[in-house]
């Protein structure tokens, strides 16, 4: 069964920087297009960018918001998958999430159980 | 950008039908995946591809799309399925959520 784990959410400063992860198993991890989602307090759900297989070419797609500010990396090599975040603001205040990408006009899932980050003074 | 509206709340009677609207232009031409998520706890997908039911999603979840709506129904509602759901689309290589429903089982 695939399971994706995300870790490293923190508080950080507006203007500061955090990267968080997120380790899959139970899949094949370099076959897969993975996401990022987030999700600030009571609110909807946010698509964050999207990384595409090295297979598929390894594009990288960002939401208009985080585009300049934020990188999707991956290490097939450990299963992980990154998100950078730069230049921090509050409103980057959300649950984050990762989670599986099926491709062109696909579905997200699974998701990861969601990592914290606070961005306050 | 493309927006989805959903209503923000549909309440429904124990055992009652309910039905949630993710409303866009000419989103009938699009493939429509549905979440549910329950307080506290990430998405799960409930439909793919507009009508399509992952395993282990029970057959009382359905969904249609067509012209400018795609809608969630959920028959013979349980207590158990009280939580947000959303629509999602892709556009433009963009991918994009509704605004989300909350369902209340009354």
């Known amino acids: 069964e695939e399971r994706l784990v995300e870790s490293g959410g923190d508080l950080v400063k507006p203007g500061g920087s955090l990267r968080i992860s997120c380790v899959a198993s139970?899949?094949?991890?370099?076959?897969?297009?993975m996401a990022w989602v987030r999700q600030a307090p009571g609110k909807g759900l946010e698509w964050v960018g999207r990384?595409?297989?090295?297979?598929?070419?390894?594009?990288?797609e960002y939401a208009a918001p985080v585009k300049d500010r934020f990188t999707i990396s991956r290490d097939d090599s450990r299963s992980t998958l990154y998100l950078q975040m730069n230049s921090l603001k509050a409103e980057d205040t959300a649950v984050y999430y990762c989670?599986?990408?099926?491709?062109?006009?696909?579905?997200?899932?699974?998701w990861g159980q969601g990592t914290l980050v606070t961005v306050s003074s | 950008s493309y927006d989805l509206t959903q209503p923000v709340s549909e309440s429904v009677a124990l055992g009652q039908t309910a039905r949630i609207t993710c409303g866009g232009n000419?989103?009938?031409?699009?493939?429509v995946h549905w979440y549910q998520q329950k307080p506290g706890q990430a998405p799960v997908l409930v439909i793919n591809r507009n009508t399509n039911r992952p395993s282990g999603i029970p057959e009382r979840f359905s969904g249609s799309n067509s012209g400018n709506t795609a809608t969630l129904t959920i028959s013979r509602a349980q207590v158990g399925d009280d939580a947000d759901y959303y629509c999602q689309v892709w556009d433009s290589s963009t991918c994009v959520f509704g605004t989300g429903t909350k369902v209340t089982v009354l």
């Open positions: 000419n989103i009938g031409s699009k493939s």
């Open positions: 139970g899949v094949s991890f370099r076959d897969s297009w």
């Open positions: 990384i595409k297989s090295k297979t598929s070419g390894g594009a990288i």
């Open positions: 989670a599986h990408d099926f491709g062109v006009s696909n579905w997200l899932g699974p």
